[in-house]
């Protein structure tokens, strides 16, 4: 068997070790969809059965890596089942070009498809560490350098993560590839819009623009869509929400700035249960969104950072470039 490294994270008194799953029995497997359903709960999407997903791990018969994130018991010992596990990702070898088939690794790639954590271990930044980890095993083990995955433009602590910190590449804008997808952090009425990424191991990456600029170049740039915050009256209370405030097609500068909401999924919470206008206001959000993105990509704009405000209203935007 390979011999494949672990990580240690101490976090104040936690500690959390990253590996590798390399079990060879189906039931080890569970635990990975029981936590996919605690993070994200919609149970009408799931993963493969449990013999699937063990058939499916590279260590056995298939090209799958699973990484779980467990976290130590109260002696600091580690114990690598279901109550212990606090995070996972999953993902498999996939081709680039369709054409040339499995004829040369240069044409392989990962798909990244499920990175999570346990919404009690949120606070510890185990999804930065997880995605570290992965890029470690992807180069050392697999021998593969270019990851994919697709994220929800809208959610601003992915795009941080994925476009500010790690310098993934947009490289379409893809219009509900999911259907209709429920669950703690989608809602069935919100189309499923998603960036498709590519995130290059070998490039080492520095933001665009380093933060002392942020503030100047956020004062500077046009916006092509921007947000207001306006307290809404319902009949059980008032909720102080990010809306749509305008949006501009005509733009043609050099460089220009996306706004999204700080915080798309506490929005999806909060305009659940209201009425049409409060409930419509994510999907607002995601149709003129759509829109921005969709004509400036067509332009010829590419995503090359992701910034925050550290001054005013809280606020969060995609800076975009022609090239």
């Given at each position: 068997?390979?011999?494949?490294?672990?990580?240690?994270?101490?976090?104040?008194?936690?500690?959390?070790?990253?590996?590798?799953?390399?079990?060879?029995?189906?039931?080890?497997?569970?635990?990975?969809?029981?936590?996919?359903?605690?993070?994200?709960?919609?149970?009408d999407d799931h993963l493969s059965g449990s013999r699937n997903l063990l058939c499916e791990n590279f260590l056995h018969e298939g090209s799958s890596l699973f990484i779980g994130a467990f976290e130590s018991d109260?002696?600091?010992?580690?114990?690598?089942?279901?109550?212990?596990?606090?995070?996972?990702?999953?993902?498999?070898?996939?081709?680039?070009?369709?054409?040339?088939?499995?004829?040369?690794?240069?044409?392989?790639?990962?798909?990244?498809?499920?990175?999570?954590?346990?919404?009690?271990?949120?606070?510890?930044?185990?999804?930065?560490?997880?995605?570290?980890?992965?890029?470690?095993?992807?180069?050392?083990?697999?021998?593969?350098?270019?990851?994919?995955?697709?994220?929800?433009?809208?959610?601003?602590?992915?795009?941080?993560?994925?476009?500010?910190?790690?310098?993934?590449?947009?490289?379409?804008?893809?219009?509900?590839?999911?259907?209709?997808?429920?669950?703690?952090?989608?809602?069935?009425?919100?189309?499923?819009?998603?960036?498709?990424?590519?995130?290059?191991?070998?490039?080492?990456?520095?933001?665009?623009?380093?933060?002392?600029?942020?503030?100047?170049?956020?004062?500077?740039?046009?916006?092509?869509?921007?947000?207001?915050?306006?307290?809404?009256?319902?009949?059980?209370?008032?909720?102080?929400?990010?809306?749509?405030?305008?949006?501009?097609?005509?733009?043609?500068?050099?460089?220009?700035?996306?706004?999204?909401?700080?915080?798309?999924?506490?929005?999806?919470?909060?305009?659940?249960?209201?009425?049409?206008?409060?409930?419509?206001?994510?999907?607002?959000?995601?149709?003129?969104?759509?829109?921005?993105?969709?004509?400036?990509?067509?332009?010829?704009?590419?995503?090359?950072?992701?910034?925050k405000a550290s001054s005013g209203q809280p606020a969060v935007y995609y800076l975009l470039e022609k090239r």
């Amino acid at each position: 068997m390979i011999k494949l490294p672990e990580k240690l994270i101490v976090r104040g008194d936690k500690k959390f070790l990253l590996r590798v799953e390399d079990s060879s029995r189906a039931a080890d497997y569970e635990k990975y969809e029981n936590l996919r359903q605690i993070i994200w709960d919609f149970a009408d999407d799931h993963l493969s059965g449990s013999r699937n997903l063990l058939c499916e791990n590279f260590l056995h018969e298939g090209s799958s890596l699973f990484i779980g994130a467990f976290e130590s018991d109260d002696n600091g010992q580690f114990i690598f089942d279901e109550p212990h596990l606090v995070g996972f990702s999953y993902g498999f070898v996939g081709l680039r070009d369709k054409s040339l088939g499995f004829v040369t690794g240069d044409n392989l790639w990962f798909y990244s498809q499920f990175l999570g954590v346990r919404p009690d271990s949120l606070n510890f930044g185990l999804g930065i560490k997880i995605k570290e980890f992965q890029k470690e095993i992807l180069l050392t083990v697999f021998r593969v350098n270019l990851v994919v995955c697709t994220y929800d433009p809208l959610t601003a602590v992915n795009a941080y993560r994925n476009i500010r910190q790690f310098g993934m590449k947009v490289l379409e804008y893809r219009l509900a590839p999911y259907g209709e997808y429920g669950g703690r952090l989608n809602r069935q009425d919100v189309p499923s819009d998603r960036f498709f990424t590519a995130w290059d191991l070998l490039l080492e990456h520095q933001p665009l623009v380093p933060e002392e600029k942020i503030e100047h170049l956020l004062s500077q740039r046009p916006k092509a869509l921007e947000s207001e915050w306006k307290t809404i009256k319902t009949a059980r209370s008032e909720l102080e929400l990010q809306l749509v405030r305008r949006v501009r097609l005509d733009l043609s500068e050099e460089q220009i700035l996306v706004e999204v909401p700080v915080d798309f999924y506490q929005l999806l919470r909060a305009t659940a249960d209201g009425p049409d206008e409060i409930r419509n206001i994510p999907v607002d959000w995601r149709l003129k969104s759509r829109d921005v993105f969709l004509h400036y990509f067509q332009q010829g704009y590419k995503v090359v950072d992701f910034l925050k405000a550290s001054s005013g209203q809280p606020a969060v935007y995609y800076l975009l470039e022609k090239r």
